[in-house]
Each structure stands twice: as structure tokens, then as C-alpha cells.
């Protein structure tokens, strides 16, 4: 049997965020998961393994994982049996000779038992059952309640995630499928995901779906009035927008009753995709796709290089489309890069509401000028307490940090102008793409485009909680 490991020292098991410094973890830095699942969706029963490969940046004598209740069947580091302890939601793993800094050591654990979400002050988070199958939304802490892992935004790494289950059921991972095999009743199904992941934007999605191939192209002469208008140099004089990027393969998984309703909500995808890759550079990922599911969501769920919709956001009259554009945003703006902790996340969610604004003028529907006037209104009666470059933990998803995000960057456009504003929206994207981003580095980038100091105008928009007169545009 193998022995228990002693408790680790004090901070050996914490990130040091300021606002969630229990999740993630010292003294490491993750390369890459391997994750093999086998999911039996009646008893809601999962057994896995996963191999986690890591480099130290300090020489360690125990290392710790965050995660969720399974039994642990054992655990090796190197190969070679380890003590281990499981203490409230973390693993601590004491390898047979301590890890010396800068070496790249794996770590095994054989785990099996009933996944459940995570409860956070924002609702439970995590693996969760549906009707008939399950999904995984994590966001902001629930990756593990279904892997091992370091669970913090900034640990970055590639994955491999194989999972068996029975045949009736498709199975979507975020990341690329590279394998499925089908035996007498169940389906392997693996993916490989070759760029930097957050743990919190890795997701499973089960369920009894029809798969849909969509298309990456769709662009129509009647519309692009936003980009004509702009001048961004990428429309022709009769006013057809020709694509000059690689059709971007999308997919979705849409339960069979709802099809002719996905047909139409989602029918200007690829007329989306087109969209965001002229103004923030060409899609981050190998595939983009989409899972409908067979019960209802409170919100979409987004993941690197998919979104997840509620049955309830599908109704055959586009009304929430402005999700879908929003859920797309986010695969540059949240996805690719990635806020190095949680103070930033009104780079995730401003510019993803402010391409909404931005789609919905383009796509023959109000103006971003005029959502950005309606919004302001609607923020201006609300108390001034929220300051969203660092919002505070509970108020991290405040719908403000949304709203006003999305008018920060509305005023920096009147401020700076289009060709200086449209050129940062792009270097960001691509200058940043895989990486890790903060306040600061958007406030020097947007410096370097306006060509001078912008210091008092971030002062009153990021760190002043009274909102400021909403300039005209």
C-alpha cells in the first residue's frame, strides 16, 4: 500500500493570484496533459489516467495538483511509485527523490469515480450530467473536477485527451480529432490540442448529436457596410468583400430535433468568421466548433476553439445571436490570449461585447455608436463601484465589466481614431496570439498606436468607478 506524503509547505500549493490564490499551484510550469477517459453516461461513472509533463522552476520535494473527489488507484512520478496525499481539493505528490529546478518530469495518476461540479461562488462550475450525456464548463475553476491539474489561467499547455464511451453518443473535445474507433458498443475518440490551453477552457461535450460540417466562407454583397465604411482597404468598389483568409474548417454537434432551428440561427457563421479575421487577424486555432445541447444553459459556454449553446439559445429566429458572435470573440480575446490572472478579465469580455457591437452594425443591425449610447445609459444609473480593470473577485463576470469594457473601447476609438484603433485591435490579436496578456500591456500597446501618452484617459475609464461622459463617434 502505498504510504501517505506529508502535507506540503506553505505555499507549495497556491498561485499566488489575487483573486484565486487556492487554485493553481508553485514551483512548476505545465507542458502537457494526457488525459484517457472511459465514460459510462448512465451511472455517470469515470475512470482515467492522466499523465501530466512539467518542468520545475524550482527544485521540488512534493508537488500538488488541484483536484476534485475521485478515489486514486495510485501514482507515479518518472515512472516510479509515489506517496501521495489527498487533502480537501488538492493532490500533494512526494516523488521517491526530490524534482531539481529546471528538469521536465511527468506525473500519473490513476483516478476513477462520479464526476460532479465544482461549487464556486459563482454557481457550480465543472463536469456536470445532462439529460442524456454530460458536458464540461469550467470557467473560472472547475477544470478539476474532472483532471488533475495546475488550475490557473497562466499555466498554458498542449493536451491529449482520448475518451471512450458508449457508440450511440458523440463525443466532442476542444481540439483537433486524430483518432475514432468503434468496437462492439463503445467509441474511442481522441484529440489532440497542440496549442497553449488554459485548464479552465478545456472541455468535454457527450451526447446524442447529429454532426453538422459548417461552412468557413458565406460572405454576401449586400453586406460588409462596416468594413466599407471603415477603409480598411479590403473591399472592392462594387462593395463584394472577397475573402483573403483560408477557410477556417467548422463543425457542429446539434441534437437532432433542433436542426432546422441551428440551420438558421447559426446560418451567418461563416460570414462571422470572415468578419472577425479582418479586424483582429486570422483565426488562432485549426478548427472552430460548436455544440448545441439537448437541455437548456443559463449562459454559452466558451472553450478553445469551441462554444457551447443551451437548446434554449436555438429558436429559429436569431434572437441570440449576438451570443454567437460573442462566443467567437472570445477564441482571439480570452482563448488565444489569455489574461495571466483573473484581475484582467475585462480584456476577455469588453472586446468580445464590443465585437457583438461591432457584428451587429456590420450585419444590418443597430450601430456599435448606438448600442454604445443605450448601454452607457443603462450603466450610468447603476452605482459607481465597479472598477474594471480589477473588478474584485465577486464581481469578476459583473455585467459592467462587460458593458463598460465593451465602452472603454468605443471611447478609446473616438480618442485615438479608426485607422490607429482597428490597427491595435489587430497587432494585439496577433502580436499576443497563444499567450499571456495583463491591463498594462493593452494600455502601452494602445500608447504605441496613439503615438503619446493615454494616461488620463484609462484613468478615468479602467480605474475610476464614476462612469465618464461617453464621447461622440
Same mark, same amino acid.
Given at each position: 500500500? =502505498? ?8 505555499? @507549495? ?28 453516461? @448512465? ?8 499523465? =501530466? ?24 512520478? %518518472?515512472? /516510479?511509485?509515489? /506517496? ?14 526530490? =524534482? ?19 461549487? $464556486? ?15 464540461? *464548463? ?12 495546475? %488550475?490557473?489561467?497562466? %499555466?498554458?499547455?498542449?493536451?491529449? #485527451? ?10 466532442? #473535445?476542444?481540439?483537433? +480529432? ?69 477557410? &477556417? ?40 466548433? =460548436? ?19 443551451? @437548446? ?42 464590443? @465585437?457583438?457591437?461591432?457584428? $451587429? ?18 450603466? /450610468? ?8 480593470? %480589477? ?15 465593451? +465602452? ?17 485591435? /489587430? ?15 493593452? &494600455?502601452?500597446?494602445?500608447? *504605441?498606436? *496613439? ?23
Amino acid at each position: 500500500m =502505498i504510504s501517505k506524503a506529508p502535507a506540503p509547505a506553505p505555499g @507549495a500549493d497556491t498561485s499566488g493570484d489575487p483573486y484565486l490564490p487556492a487554485h493553481g499551484n508553485g514551483g512548476y510550469r505545465t507542458r502537457h496533459y494526457d488525459l484517457n477517459l472511459d465514460y459510462k453516461v @448512465a451511472p455517470n461513472r469515470l475512470s482515467a489516467s492522466a499523465v =501530466i509533463t512539467a518542468e520545475a522552476t524550482q527544485g521540488l520535494s512534493r508537488v500538488s495538483f488541484d483536484f476534485g473527489t475521485f478515489r486514486i488507484n495510485r501514482v507515479l512520478v %518518472d515512472g /516510479k511509485p509515489a /506517496k501521495y496525499l489527498k487533502r480537501g481539493a488538492k493532490l500533494h505528490v512526494k516523488p521517491a527523490k526530490p =524534482i531539481p529546478a529546471g528538469a521536465v518530469f511527468t506525473v500519473e495518476v490513476h483516478y476513477v469515480g462520479n464526476p460532479h461540479p465544482v461549487g $464556486s461562488r459563482w454557481g457550480d462550475v465543472g463536469w456536470d450530467e445532462l439529460t442524456d450525456g454530460a458536458l464540461v *464548463a469550467s470557467q473560472p475553476v472547475g477544470a478539476p473536477s474532472w483532471f488533475p491539474c495546475n %488550475d490557473h489561467p497562466s %499555466d498554458k499547455a498542449a493536451y491529449r #485527451v482520448s475518451v471512450t464511451t458508449a457508440s450511440p453518443y458523440l463525443v466532442a #473535445v476542444t481540439g483537433t +480529432l486524430v483518432e475514432r474507433t468503434t468496437s462492439a458498443s463503445t467509441t474511442k475518440w481522441v484529440f489532440e490540442r497542440r496549442e497553449p490551453t488554459a485548464t479552465y477552457l478545456m472541455s468535454v461535450q457527450i451526447g446524442r448529436y447529429d454532426e453538422v460540417e459548417l461552412t468557413g466562407r458565406g460572405w454576401f454583397p449586400h453586406t460588409g457596410v462596416l468594413l466599407r465604411r471603415l477603409s480598411l482597404g479590403i473591399g472592392r468598389a462594387s462593395g463584394q468583400v472577397e475573402s483573403i483568409f483560408e477557410t &477556417v474548417p467548422q463543425r457542429a454537434a446539434v441534437p437532432p430535433r433542433l436542426r432546422r432551428a441551428f440551420d438558421r440561427d447559426f446560418g451567418r457563421q461563416g460570414r462571422m468568421m470572415e468578419f472577425l479575421q479582418r479586424l483582429f487577424g486570422a483565426y488562432p486555432f485549426a478548427e472552430y466548433v =460548436i455544440v448545441v445541447t439537448d437541455d437548456d444553459l443559463d449562459d454559452p459556454i466558451e472553450a478553445q476553439g469551441m462554444a457551447i449553446f443551451g @437548446a434554449n439559445h436555438v429558436d429559429g429566429r436569431r434572437t441570440h445571436e449576438r451570443l454567437v458572435l460573442h462566443e467567437l470573440a472570445h477564441q482571439w480575446f480570452g482563448n488565444s490570449l489569455t489574461v495571466a490572472d483573473w484581475r484582467h478579465i475585462w480584456l476577455n469580455e469588453g472586446f468580445a461585447t464590443y @465585437a457583438e457591437w461591432l457584428w $451587429s452594425e456590420e450585419s444590418g443591425g443597430q450601430s456599435a455608436a448606438a448600442l454604445a449610447r443605450a448601454w452607457h445609459a443603462r450603466i /450610468k444609473i447603476k452605482p459607481p463601484d465597479v472598477r474594471i480593470a %480589477d473588478p474584485g473577485v465577486t464581481r469578476m463576470f459583473d455585467e459592467r465589466v462587460y458593458k463598460r469594457g465593451g +465602452l472603454t473601447l468605443h471611447a478609446l476609438r473616438a480618442e485615438i481614431g479608426d485607422p490607429a484603433f482597428f490597427a491595435l485591435l /489587430k497587432s494585439w490579436a496577433e502580436e499576443h496570439r497563444h499567450g499571456l496578456v495583463t491591463t498594462e500591456a493593452f &494600455v502601452a500597446a494602445a500608447e *504605441a498606436h *496613439a503615438g503619446r501618452s493615454l494616461s488620463a484617459f484609462f484613468t478615468r475609464w479602467l480605474y475610476t468607478p464614476a462612469l465618464p461622459p461617453l464621447p461622440g463617434l
